[in-house]
C-alpha cells in the first residue's frame, strides 16, 4: 500500500462469482452441505426465482495467460482439460475433500497432485457445469515465496 493510498477505502469490498445451475437443489447441495461453503443469504421471486449466496471465505481474482493456463493444466491433470474460468477452493484436506465430493456427485479429473508451487491440488467437474480445483497449500506464503518462479507481477514490471 502506498501512503496516497492510506486512509482511502478499497475499490472492491467484494469478489461474487454468479453462477447460472440448471440444476439448482443438486448444485446447493454439492457446495452448500458437500464442500461446506455456509449460506450468507437467500432470495426468492416470481416465476420460482431462486437465488442462495454462499460465503466462499476470502475471494481472490487469478489472471493466467495462456501459457500458464496450459501449464496448471499439465501439472494438476496430465493434459488440457480446463475451460477459460475454472473455480478454485482452498481446503485444509484435499484428499478427504476430493472423496467427500465425489461421494456428493462430483467427477474426479484428476487425483490430489503436488504442484510445483508446494500445493496439493485435485480437479473436478462439479455441479452448475463448474470445472473446479481444491487445492491444500503445503507451505506458508513466506516459504512459498522463496520457490522459483514466485513473486509479485508488480516487481517484475519495475
Known amino acids: 500500500m502506498t501512503t496516497e493510498d492510506a486512509g482511502r477505502p478499497p475499490a472492491v469490498r467484494q469478489l461474487r462469482l ?3 445451475a440448471e440444476d439448482y437443489e443438486a448444485a446447493v447441495a454439492f457446495f452448500r452441505d458437500a464442500l461446506g461453503l455456509p449460506e450468507q443469504a437467500a432470495f426468492t421471486g416470481e416465476g420460482d426465482a ?3 449466496i454462499l460465503d466462499a471465505g476470502r475471494a481472490t481474482l487469478e489472471i493466467a495467460n495462456p501459457a500458464q493456463k496450459r501449464m496448471i493444466d499439465e501439472v494438476e ?3 488440457q482439460v480446463a475451460p477459460k474460468m475454472r473455480v478454485a477452493f482452498e481446503v485444509d484436506d484435499s484428499r478427504s475433500a476430493t472423496r467427500r465430493l465425489v ?3 462430483a467427477t ?3 487425483p490430489p497432485t503436488v504442484t510445483p508451487w508446494q500445493s496439493l491440488n485435485a480437479r473436478l467437474d462439479a ?3 463448474l470445472q473446479i480445483t481444491l487445492f491444500q497449500e503445503l507451505l506458508g506464503a513466506d516459504e512459498r515465496s522463496t520457490l522459483d518462479g514466485f513473486g509479485a507481477d508488480r516487481a517484475r514490471e519495475e
Open 127 to 129: 455441479p452448475a457445469g
Open 18 to 20: 454468479v453462477v447460472e
Open 50 to 52: 431462486r437465488v442462495v
Open 77 to 79: 491433470v496430465g493434459r
Open 108 to 110: 474426479e479429473i484428476a
Open 103 to 105: 461421494s456428493a456427485g
